[in-house]
């Protein structure tokens, strides 16, 4: 696949990601976790650097879809989010020092198995 269309490719995955974060509040990671496999898979080390660049990505998308949530008056109270925002954020530095400790192929095997969960979970209620 030529650079051109891997970019436009990209950007076409980043907007629908864009779309899905911004309906649903999650999820867009997923999308941007198979776009990166399927269009730079061959060129990154491992699965590792797919799933830290897809953070990367989604920490602005979120910014930017909390910010018009904020704007609408639909985020709960500052004081409510704070309860799970600290220990999130604590969470996602555990996750990150984690991730440096297992293979690619593990840490692919985790993210298959918390999609299906969490899929099933969602068409179950």
């Known amino acids: 696949m030529k ?10 995955c980043g907007f629908g990601a864009g ?8 999820g867009s990671g997923v999308l941007i976790v198979f776009a990166l496999h399927a269009v730079l898979g061959k060129q990154l080390a491992d699965s590792r650097d797919v799933f830290a660049n897809a953070t990367a990505v989604i920490l602005p998308i979120s910014l930017f879809s909390a910010l018009s949530y904020l704007r609408a008056g639909a985020l709960p109270a500052v004081t409510s989010l704070s309860a799970y925002l600290l220990p999130g954020a604590a969470g996602g530095v555990c996750g990150a020092l984690l991730m440096n400790r297992l293979s690619g192929v593990a840490v692919k095997r985790i993210f298959g198995a918390v999609v299906l969960l969490s899929g099933l979970i969602m068409l179950a209620r």
Request: charged share 5%; proline share 0%; hydrophobic share 70%.
């Open 3 to 12: 650079a051109t269309a891997r970019l436009l490719l990209l950007a076409l």
């Open 19 to 26: 779309i899905v974060n911004g309906l649903l509040g999650a």
